[in-house]
């Protein structure tokens, strides 16, 4: 049995359960998790203290997988809120690097580089962010590619409170170089959460790659919440590297971008690959692979009313074990080729994702698709109640019933999403040969993600 403890980004279903039900495709792997209770959310910081006692507490750990972010400020969304000093912030870790020498494991960090939403949207920013988010976007673009910006009317407080937030998080994520130079950690990874072609987010990232060249296992990716999955099945996939081919709808498309991204369709499934563990091959020579439904002009966004064409042929049937990502859409899967793959017999199916952006989709599908495929003792079942859950949330709710319901705030306290659900579950339980009785929630008491609960 090979344990392993893992410290989430925060208590949304996809960073809390998703590791989780992931993990349990495997008998032989054992996932260590906070009490859910003790995670950060929308609105309540992480208890950073209950964690670190947690942790300090396990006994037999293989491997720790940590989101510096909670360790740190108290969650992802609390790191871009956080008026905290970055002594205070060090003192926190410092704690933390107290009790992992003592566990004397490998230790898989993961931290974010500050994101720089385009929107003047405040839900998971500061409150100016409803006034300003959109200037400050255009300040940051045009300051690093242009080499100078407008302020665009930002008051000078609020511009400086912004840029001192950054540079604060800028100093900590680079002290983390310095720990990973010490051997505290095995493996780095930043992150690069919603991002643009250019953008102060950007230009730090290169700060950091300039910073750890010649430095083994420090990687810079684009994405977020996915990051602990990859970094799960590059744990898992620790002893003999799988080879995945990716096969695309759209071949001629692979250069382009996706939303919320700075690379190309085909880096991003490259870099992707060899984070998890994997080794980029081709189809006559792999051991799995991946198809992915990419976009032909740009990326669709159905609950913006981006549409993308969808999918008009057959998916082809692979005579190889292989995993579907759905990226015709950042978040909401295509209809048309999910309505195909349900018509396939799914011989040599090793799984689905369409989660949100590429990156979140990519890594998602990567994690669940190496851990069973490498699986030492697979349990049928909870690869099926996997597929389940994704099939419900990626394709039927965030491609068909949110865009319904998501206009009305009742929706989210009454049964609507259940009524609506319904005819879809039939579909997917029969598909998947389960009986079970399916409850949905919103967890962050907004339409953006739901958790869905297959009940025993």
Not at 153 to 171: A, H, M, Q, S, W
Not at 291 to 299: P, S
Request: charged fraction near 30%; aromatic fraction near 12%; glycine fraction near 6%.
């Amino acid at each position: 049995m090979t344990n392993i403890a893992l410290i989430p980004i925060d208590n949304r279903p996809v960073c809390y359960k998703l590791p989780k039900n992931i993990t349990e495709l495997d008998k032989s792997y054992k996932l260590f998790l906070p009490d859910i209770d003790l995670m950060g959310s929308l609105t309540k910081n992480a208890d950073i203290n209950g964690i670190l006692h947690w942790l300090e507490g396990l006994d037999n750990i293989d491997i720790i997988i940590a989101s510096l972010d909670t360790i740190a400020y108290g969650g992802l969304i609390p790191s871009r809120r956080s008026k905290d000093k970055t002594s205070e912030i060090k003192a926190r870790i410092y704690k933390f690097i107290e009790i992992i020498k003592e566990k004397s494991t490998k230790v898989f960090a993961f931290s974010s580089i500050m994101r720089i939403s385009n929107n003047n949207i405040n839900e998971e920013e500061k409150d100016y962010w409803a006034l300003y988010g959109k200037k400050i976007f255009e300040y940051s673009y045009n300051l690093d590619k242009d080499g100078f910006s407008d302020t665009f009317g930002v008051p000078d407080e609020i511009l400086n409170d912004y840029l001192n937030t950054r540079k604060r998080n800028f100093e900590i994520n680079k002290y983390y170089l310095e720990l990973k130079k010490q051997g505290i950690f095995d493996t780095l990874v930043y992150s690069k959460d919603d991002c643009a072609p250019f953008g102060l987010n950007v230009k730090e990232a290169k700060e950091l790659f300039n910073l750890s060249k010649g430095l083994d296992g420090v990687y810079i990716k684009t994405g977020a919440d996915e990051i602990p999955l990859t970094l799960l099945s590059r744990a898992i996939n620790k002893d003999k590297k799988v080879k995945i081919a990716p096969v695309y709808t759209n071949p001629d498309s692979i250069e382009k971008i996706s939303k919320y991204e700075d690379i190309s369709v085909k880096e991003s499934v490259k870099s992707q690959i060899e984070l998890s563990g994997g080794i980029l091959s081709d189809k006559t020579d792999c051991d799995l692979i991946l198809y992915v439904n990419n976009f032909k002009n740009e990326q669709g966004e159905l609950v913006m009313n981006v549409f993308e064409p969808l999918f008009q042929e057959q998916i082809p049937k692979f005579n190889k074990p292989y995993f579907v990502t759905d990226i015709l859409n950042a978040n909401g899967a295509d209809n048309n080729f999910m309505k195909e793959l349900l018509k396939t017999d799914f011989n040599n199916f090793y799984g689905y994702s369409g989660w949100n952006t590429t990156g979140n989709t990519l890594g998602g599908g990567l994690s669940a698709a190496l851990t069973y495929f490498k699986a030492k003792k697979p349990d049928e079942i909870a690869f099926k109640k996997l597929q389940t859950i994704r099939f419900l949330d990626d394709w039927v709710y965030q491609a068909n019933i949110r865009g319904l319901i998501r206009n009305n705030s009742e929706n989210l306290k009454n049964n609507t999403i259940a009524e609506k659900m319904k005819l879809y579950e039939k579909i997917i339980l029969n598909k998947f040969g389960l009986d079970t009785k399916i409850t949905y929630t919103f967890p962050w008491n907004r339409f953006f993600e739901i958790d869905i609960i297959l009940c025993e």
